[in-house]
């Protein structure tokens, strides 16, 4: 690993998840990363865009909680198994990165249309198309139209969803689940341990979907271990279909 920046910390922002909070990241710079160099990032509790690592350091708040499925061991709950039923006609693709206007383009429906967010082409690549370590993407296909695309880190024990987006006019599908359920089966048939859902963050409703994933794993930022969660969902929720 090719360290560009030692660790710091931004400044103090608006938290985007939870209202009246404020966040914090910790945050370095690397480039050339190994598949067991990200493997022990992620085990870590860091998450990336491109060259940039970053994990909170909010103050008096550990919110986010990073998670992680074991591929082994996961079966789709029966609402899951719904939306794979529902999705039957998509094909999905797996390979390198290959950039394509369309794929922005569905980037920015979504991110407008979900977090009201917009961005640029030059930032877009900036975040997904600049890789520091062993990447892969995905694509959801109706027919021959592109309809969802996923960005994929690949550790040598695991993959790790760094985004996920859809077209919006296909929000009905719950293609946010339906993305990880098959990014999920395709860490399984690569023979990794595990899939890395992102952040987990209580009282924000876009990612409560991630709460339906069982079992599945927490990191416990203060033992700095992770912690397995097997039962149902206390608190039945909508599973949610969203991205981050």
Same mark, same amino acid.
């Given at each position: 690993?090719?360290? !560009?920046?030692?660790?710091?910390?931004?400044?103090?922002?608006?938290?985007?998840?939870?209202?009246?909070?404020?966040?914090?990241?910790?945050?370095?710079?690397?480039?050339?990363?190994?598949?067991?160099? !990200?493997?022990?990032?992620?085990?870590?509790?860091?998450?990336?865009?491109?060259?940039?690592?970053?994990?909170?350091?909010?103050?008096?708040?550990?919110?986010?909680?990073?998670?992680?499925?074991?591929?082994?061991?996961?079966?789709?709950?029966?609402?899951?198994?719904?939306?794979?039923?529902?999705?039957?006609?998509?094909? @999905?693709?797996?390979?390198?990165?290959?950039?394509?206007?369309?794929?922005?383009?569905?980037?920015?429906?979504?991110?407008?249309?979900?977090?009201?967010?917009?961005?640029?082409?030059?930032?877009?690549?900036?975040?997904?198309?600049?890789?520091?370590?062993?990447?892969?993407?995905?694509? @959801?296909?109706?027919?021959?139209? !592109?309809?969802?695309?996923?960005?994929?880190?690949?550790?040598?024990?695991?993959?790790?969803? #760094?985004?996920?987006?859809?077209?919006?006019?296909?929000?009905?599908?719950?293609?946010?689940?339906?993305?990880? !359920?098959?990014?999920?089966?395709?860490?399984?048939?690569?023979?990794?341990?595990?899939?890395?859902?992102?952040?987990? #963050?209580?009282?924000?409703?876009?990612?409560?979907?991630?709460?339906?994933?069982?079992?599945?794993?927490?990191?416990?930022?203060?033992?700095?271990?992770?912690?397995?969660?097997?039962?149902?969902?206390?608190?039945?929720?909508?599973?949610?279909?969203?991205?981050?």
């Amino acid at each position: 690993m090719q360290l !560009l920046r030692p660790i710091s910390r931004d400044a103090l922002e608006p938290c985007p998840y939870l209202p009246g909070r404020e966040k914090q990241f910790e945050y370095f710079f690397a480039v050339s990363l190994s598949g067991t160099e !990200l493997a022990g990032l992620l085990a870590e509790g860091w998450r990336k865009f491109g060259p940039y690592f970053f994990r909170p350091a909010c103050p008096g708040c550990r919110q986010c909680v990073p998670v992680r499925v074991p591929v082994k061991s996961f079966a789709p709950s029966r609402s899951q198994r719904r939306v794979l039923r529902c999705n039957q006609d998509l094909q @999905v693709r797996f390979g390198p990165l290959r950039y394509r206007e369309r794929i922005f383009e569905l980037y920015r429906k979504h991110s407008l249309q979900r977090f009201g967010i917009d961005s640029t082409p030059n930032d877009f690549a900036s975040y997904f198309y600049l890789p520091s370590c062993p990447v892969l993407q995905s694509e @959801v296909y109706r027919g021959e139209q !592109l309809i969802a695309v996923g960005f994929l880190d690949q550790a040598s024990d695991a993959l790790s969803s #760094v985004y996920f987006c859809f077209d919006p006019e296909f929000a009905d599908r719950s293609l946010g689940i339906f993305g990880a !359920l098959v990014e999920i089966e395709h860490a399984r048939r690569l023979g990794l341990d595990f899939y890395y859902l992102g952040y987990l #963050v209580d009282g924000c409703p876009s990612m409560h979907y991630k709460d339906h994933f069982r079992p599945r794993q927490y990191y416990d930022w203060e033992t700095r271990a992770w912690q397995d969660v097997t039962s149902a969902p206390v608190a039945s929720r909508p599973e949610v279909s969203s991205a981050d």
